[in-house]
């Protein structure tokens, strides 16, 4: 009974707080504004509220938190499209927004993702009528998932995966676990443990069908970009450390102190996770007495430049091409890792940090091919690259085992999609009809009709 009462009040304080901190919102939104982390213009959106219609016919609602989730999802989108069935796909960031809008055109319908509070996401389902929502990896959102299950809407999610952080956060609040994740009709989880996570929190209907980050194409680059970089460069030594936090690059920039004199030329190619931090990273490497180029500003390393900083949006392909070692960050000054799948299927050598718990499975397969070295500090990420840079047998052996690793693990795009195939059978009938043309009544048969409702003949006319 105890129980009962702290999940009512669990769930019930989390609607009712959303209630009254309702009209605080907006302020809170348009500050995000002044930041550039929402769209003065869209901001409706995060109400529920839009100008654009629902197309008839059956819709699939499609939320991706942000960038890395919409690609990931990107050939279930389409493969659902091919299905004549709408899609309105949603998104939490701006940077995701402009990657819908450049990946799917008018081919999908992008919204950004309601606030979750009773107003915004009712506004939103009252407008849009789902017939199915796919949620993509775990974004659990009590309000959404509670008026979906109201409305009968199967919820599904694929992808599925859970961090150790955000585990051990549900299991401390175990019974609103089950009854937030028991309301979801299937989940498509990534690993054999993040089935066994999902079940333990509470969800009905778990199975395993892999990382669709896999089964997509490596990220793409301007070749003439690429080719005009790679001229620059020329016969240089290079080494990249991409989707690097606070810190990281600052042991980047001290590797390549410590490696300029034994390989002469030398080119670290520094990328940050986030790309607004280039000023900062770019004066700390400053500092180290490092010659500093910034492709935020459009400049070309010359013979004299120590390192290429990536501080743009959407080009890891671009910078992966330019390397073949990689060391992947948020993995040695801050926790979680990056995923290395892009690497490797760019053919980079993988280095990592210790502190890669979520992306534990995939590091896993790949170090099992013999792709990935793990590096636990500084000293020993300076061993791991000068050693790369100079055996090129070595750095060929794990580009070679990356590319195997990558292949043995494909196949969740097929798995996904057998799963959600009796969810999508009767949508997919529903399309067909809503794309069948329909008759058009010939003029003199129209002309009949109103001659006999003219002389009082309903009868005849209703014939």
């Known amino acids: 009974m105890k129980t009962g009462i702290s999940v009512w009040f669990a769930q ?21 504004v002044r930041k550039g982390k929402e769209e003065r213009a869209r901001i409706g959106e995060r109400f529920g509220r839009t100008a654009v219609a629902r197309p008839d016919g059956p819709l699939v609602w499609i939320h991706a938190a942000s960038v890395g989730e919409t690609l990931a999802v990107s050939q279930v ?43 915004a996401v009712s506004r939103f389902l009252d407008h849009w009528r789902p017939d199915l929502a796919i949620n993509v990896e775990t974004e659990v959102w009590p309000t959404t998932i509670s ?6 809407i199967a919820q599904i999610i694929v992808n599925g995966r859970i961090s150790d952080r955000s585990f051990e956060r549900w299991m401390q609040r175990r019974e609103l676990a089950r009854t937030l994740f028991s309301r979801f009709s299937l989940v498509m989880a990534q690993t054999d443990l993040d089935a066994e996570r999902f079940a333990d929190l509470g969800a009905l209907h778990v199975q395993v069908t892999g990382n669709l980050k896999v089964d997509r194409s490596a990220p793409p680059a ?32 001290n590797v390549h102190v410590a490696l300029a004199k034994q390989h002469q030329g030398l080119l670290s190619v520094i990328v940050p996770r986030h790309p607004d931090r280039g000023d900062a990273v770019a004066a700390q490497l400053a500092g180290k007495g490092l010659k500093v180029c910034r492709r935020s500003l459009g400049e070309v390393p ?49 280095l990592t940090g210790p502190y ?6 995939t590091y896993k397969q790949l170090r ?38 990558v292949r043995d693990m494909r ?33 003199k048969h129209a002309i009949n009709i109103q001659e006999k409702i003219a002389n009082g003949d309903l009868r005849k006319a209703l014939r």
Do not use: C
Request: no cysteine.
């Open 147 to 152: 008026e979906l299950a109201r409305r009968k």
């Open 222 to 253: 301007d070749d003439q970009v690429v080719q005009l970089l790679r001229q620059a460069i020329g016969n240089r030594p290079v080494w990249a450390a991409i989707s690097t936090f606070d810190g990281e690059e600052d042991i980047a920039g």
């Open 12 to 32: 019930n304080g989390y609607w009712l707080g959303g209630i009254l901190g309702y009209p605080l919102l907006k302020p809170v939104l348009y500050y995000r």
């Open 302 to 350: 010359t013979d004299d430049v120590d390192v290429l900083l990536g501080d743009t949006m959407g080009d890891m392909g671009l910078y992966l091409r330019l390397s073949e070692i990689a060391f992947v960050g948020r993995s040695m000054t801050a926790r979680g890792g990056q995923n290395p799948l892009e690497p490797a299927m760019l053919g980079t050598a993988v």
């Open 411 to 443: 196949g969740a795009l097929v798995r996904t999609m057998k799963g959600l195939e009796r969810f999508l059978a009767p949508l997919r009938l529903e399309a067909r009809f809503f794309a069948r043309p329909r008759p058009v009544p010939e003029k």
């Open 356 to 361: 890669i718990e979520n992306f534990r499975d």
């Open 77 to 119: 989108i389409e493969s659902i499209r091919d299905y004549g069935i709408s899609i309105v796909l949603t998104t939490g960031t701006v940077t995701s927004a402009r990657l819908a809008v450049e990946r799917f055109g008018d081919n999908v319908i992008h919204q950004y993702v309601p606030l979750d509070v009773v107003p």
């Open 368 to 405: 099992q091919h013999g792709a990935v070295r793990t590096v636990d500090g500084a000293e020993a990420l300076t061993q791991s690259v000068d050693l790369l840079l100079r055996d090129e047998e070595a750095r060929n052996h794990m580009i070679s085992a990356g590319y195997a690793g």
